[in-house]
């Protein structure tokens, strides 16, 4: 059973890939990371990893010995479905997900992928936020 992450090249994907890999350590699991966008194009979409950040991943879960796979699913599907099927699939033992503050008016037009996922995901769902605090200085 796989611990699934959903994996975007921002700090909020970041907090997600870092507890993902805890997780997976501790319960002696492979980690799928999976990085979907819900744009059209595949050029220029910031949710998409390019070649280098996938390479920089690899080497990261490598590093840590994380048996692992990285899926970049073409966009048959919102972000959510593909989290929730790939999950569904390979019958995950969690789903990790980092979250980000939107706004009320955000969330109404662009719905939230986080939402879809807690609310729908048939195994526990772990939501992280990236972590804010100042570092250095005695912090």
Do not use: W
């Amino acid at each position: 059973m796989p611990v699934i992450v959903g994996y975007v090249p921002t700090p909020v994907g970041e907090a997600a890939l870092e507890r993902g890999i805890h997780e997976a350590s501790l319960r002696g699991e492979r980690l799928i990371i999976v990085n979907a966008s819900a744009g059209d194009a595949v050029e220029g979409d910031s949710a998409l990893a390019t070649a280098a950040a996938v390479a920089r991943v690899a080497g990261q879960l490598e590093n840590a010995g994380i048996e692992h796979e990285i899926r970049q699913p073409q966009r048959t599907h919102s972000p959510a479905e593909e989290l929730l099927s790939i999950a569904a699939a390979d019958e995950a033992s969690m789903i990790v997900i980092g979250l980000r503050r939107r706004s009320p008016v955000g969330k109404m037009l662009f719905g939230s992928t986080a939402q879809e996922v807690l609310l729908n995901a048939d195994c526990p769902v772990v939501a992280v936020k990236p972590d804010r605090r100042p570092r250095g200085r005695g912090h």
